[in-house]
């Protein structure tokens, strides 16, 4: 089955800066990667997905990047801010089957 | 609020009792999935149904838990004699099968407690 690594477990930038979280799975099937933030207590939040035709993705401040051929992808926050603090999770599935997710990255922006 | 619902919130049992779970997905989904995420962890994946179909169950999953879709819409997820291991968040999410259908939506969940 499919296996997702997630690095680092931790991350602390200073606001302003970017944080990059990366992700490699194991299954070369796997077609679609979304990236999910959860706050203490809250129910986890889709903030942007690609999929395995696209190499790139942006939405504001955030972008995901995907190498299909090293089976990684990765997010990009840029301009930190305060409520960028949470814990995020990258997944990977095959089409609209089950999510398999990483362990999450705690995040944390420093005033 | 048009988003997945998920009954009850919380959850309190003593070891050796049976719960169960109620989750609505969003009303134009067809795909439901449930999930358990235990503290510090992803979510992990436990069964998932399109329309009233119960396409895969973990291989992890006890034979103590069963779920059901009985008219495609709203589920149950059942846990029967309950252990201490079973403390978790269960969480509920929906997807369609058109255009955007790889999107799963989840619910607030359910974070049972067995004592």
């Known amino acids: 089955g499919e296996n997702v690594e997630q690095h680092p477990s931790t991350l602390s930038v200073q606001e302003g800066d970017s944080a990059v979280i990366k992700c490699t799975y194991s299954?070369?099937?796997?077609?679609?990667f979304p990236w999910y933030k959860q706050e203490l207590g809250k129910r986890p939040q889709l903030i942007i997905d690609?999929?395995?035709?696209?190499g790139e993705k942006k939405d504001q401040r955030i972008a995901v990047t995907l190498n299909k051929t090293a089976k990684h992808f990765s997010l990009h926050i840029t301009e930190t801010q305060p409520e960028d603090s949470a814990v995020y999770f990258c997944?990977?599935?095959?089409?609209?089957?089950?999510?398999?997710f990483g362990t999450g990255t705690r995040l944390t922006i420093i005033p | 609020d048009t988003g997945v619902s998920q009954d009850p919130r919380h959850k309190i049992t003593k070891r050796g009792q049976n719960v169960t779970f109620r989750c609505d997905p969003i009303?134009?989904?067809?795909?439901l999935y449930w999930y358990r995420q235990t503290l510090g962890q992803g979510p992990e994946f436990l069964t998932y149904?399109?329309?009233?179909?119960?396409?895969?169950k973990s291989r992890l999953l006890s034979d103590r838990f069963s779920a059901e879709r009985p008219k495609g819409s709203f589920s149950t997820l059942e846990i029967q004699r309950t252990e201490q291991g079973d403390s978790a968040m269960y969480l509920c999410?929906?997807?369609?099968?058109?255009?955007?259908?790889?999107?799963?939506?989840f619910g607030p969940g359910t974070r049972l407690t067995v004592l």
């Open positions: 999410a929906s997807s369609s099968t058109g255009f955007r259908g790889d999107t799963q939506y």
């Open positions: 299954d070369s099937a796997s077609n679609y």
């Open positions: 690609i999929r395995s035709n696209v």
């Open positions: 997944a990977a599935s095959f089409g609209n089957e089950k999510l398999t």
């Open positions: 009303s134009e989904h067809n795909r």
């Open positions: 149904f399109q329309n009233e179909a119960q396409l895969e």
